[in-house]
């Protein structure tokens, strides 16, 4: 369970962290060789990498500052789940990124450069800049691609501000989101979800429901008619609340297309072009589009020899260890592995511990533990302001809810679960997590495995 008040980082000082960083990289950047390299500094990098370092010293076995390495261009680090809450007007968008140089402690290195190629069979992989790394144990956790260009139009449409189209997924628009929901009076308000695989699969219903609450507070709500279109077959994966998402609609007066998917937008002429199932399309005139992009696995892992056949890292789901034999030095996490399972920061939390106490086992015998990822996932379901559902689940799409036992079935909207994603997980994520010191259901309390 993790999505999480802006922040609340310990008082050292983006600035005085980041100048530490810039040099530290200029002091290691001619070491080519690492204990442990880590591919992608978002929320399961960073994580993992700080995890990682915490497990060997834990263990009384240290590793030396800068054998940990982490590889990522960026400038910035994002609280991705924020953007929901600045396109809900619930914060600003800045309250959600960070510098990245300023979230590495001392003894983690960071190499401000992105991968190019794999080359598993040598234990190590080439950057963009042509550079060579070499590692004792890889770490993959680069995410994965948004296709923007998926829809005809799309970006063009993104790109004007008077288009009346907008999304929460990205930093750069997830503000025009709350611009457009807000400056609405009257029309017809379209909120669509791609067929396939996407991270925060909940993410494109949150916002529809909270321009529905903004529209009945506001005393707009018999001016405005909102349809969820959606390529997929219901209104979520695990039926328990996907029912409960359902009824909550039909109640509400929100109309649904299922397995519709978004190909073509014409804003000039307010029309929106859905593909069915059959193969057909079908036009629909709005008034304010909200549109979750299609996404898939990153061009340079795709292809790669560690990438399966669709383009996602290929791990074992319960270990996060590579699955062929001779790569049994790799791991992965998050959204760019094969794990069939939701693609949230919450199944980060609970994969880190994981994969660090495998991949500490293997380095130091040579054998995984018994350490077992079984699919924990969270979607902190916004269905209004002041209300949340709170979907937890493993694999097999199986319910996993960590306060059933005391507040009941999470299929019931709780004030408490909405003050989770709004105040308490930022906080949490800022302050916790980035430092590999938050493991999910676990809390601050790393798992002990037997």
């Avoid at 980041?18 to 530290?24: D, F, K, P």
């Avoid at 005391?406 to 299929?411: E, R």
Wanted: with cysteine; net charge positive.
């Amino acid at each position: 369970m993790l999505n999480m008040l802006p922040a609340c980082r310990r008082v050292t000082g983006p600035r005085a962290r980041q100048t530490v960083a810039l040099a530290r990289y200029a002091s290691t950047s001619t070491k080519e060789k690492f204990r442990v390299l880590v591919i992608g500094a978002g929320s399961g990098g960073l994580t993992v990498a700080n995890q990682i370092y915490n497990r060997f010293k834990a263990a009384g076995k240290p590793l030396n500052a800068g054998d940990v390495v982490v590889l990522d261009a960026a400038d910035y680090h994002y609280y991705q789940p924020g953007w929901t809450l600045a396109g809900a007007g619930l914060g600003s968008k800045t309250d959600f990124r960070r510098p990245l140089a300023s979230l590495f402690p001392p003894h983690i290195t960071h190499i401000a450069e992105n991968v190019k190629s794999f080359y598993p069979e040598s234990s190590s992989v080439t950057t963009t800049s042509g550079r060579t790394i070499s590692y004792d144990s890889l770490v993959v956790a680069a995410g994965l691609k948004t296709n923007w260009d998926g829809i005809s139009g799309l970006p063009q449409a993104l790109a004007d501000p008077s288009s009346g189209v907008s999304s929460i997924y990205s930093y750069d628009t997830c503000d025009k989101v709350w611009h457009d929901v807000d400056a609405l009076r009257s029309g017809n308000a379209i909120f669509t979800q791609p067929a396939g695989i996407i991270k925060c699969a909940g993410a494109p219903q949150k916002i529809m429901w909270m321009a529905w609450d903004r529209y009945q507070k506001s005393g707009r709500g018999n001016n405005i008619k909102i349809d969820f279109m959606t390529g997929m077959p219901s209104m979520f994966s695990v039926k328990k609340y996907s029912d409960a998402l359902n009824a909550l609609r039909i109640e509400r007066g929100i109309e649904a297309a299922f397995q519709h998917n978004l190909v073509s937008i014409d804003a000039a002429n307010r029309k929106a072009t859905f593909k069915k199932d059959d193969g057909s399309t079908v036009d629909r005139d709005f008034t304010l589009l909200h549109v979750a992009p299609p996404m898939g696995p990153l061009d340079f892992i795709k292809g790669s020899p560690i990438a399966d056949s669709a383009g996602w890292v290929e791990i074992d789901q319960e270990t996060l260890r590579h699955v062929k034999p001779e790569f049994g030095n790799i791991f992965a996490l998050g959204d760019c592995s094969s794990l069939p399972t939701s693609k949230t920061v919450a199944a980060i939390t609970s994969q880190a511990p994981v994969l660090t106490e495998n991949l500490f086992s293997v380095m130091d015998t040579g054998k995984v533990s018994s350490a077992k990822y079984d699919g924990y996932t969270s979607c902190p379901l916004l269905t209004g302001y002041g209300e949340l559902m709170l979907a937890e689940f493993k694999y097999g799409l199986v319910p996993k809810e960590s306060f059933a036992n005391y507040l009941g079935d999470q299929t019931k909207r709780r004030r408490i679960f909405y003050h989770f994603k709004k105040d308490l997980f930022p906080w949490v994520y800022w302050s916790r997590m980035v430092d590999g010191k938050w493991f999910g259901p676990s809390g601050p309390f790393r798992p002990k495995f037997a």
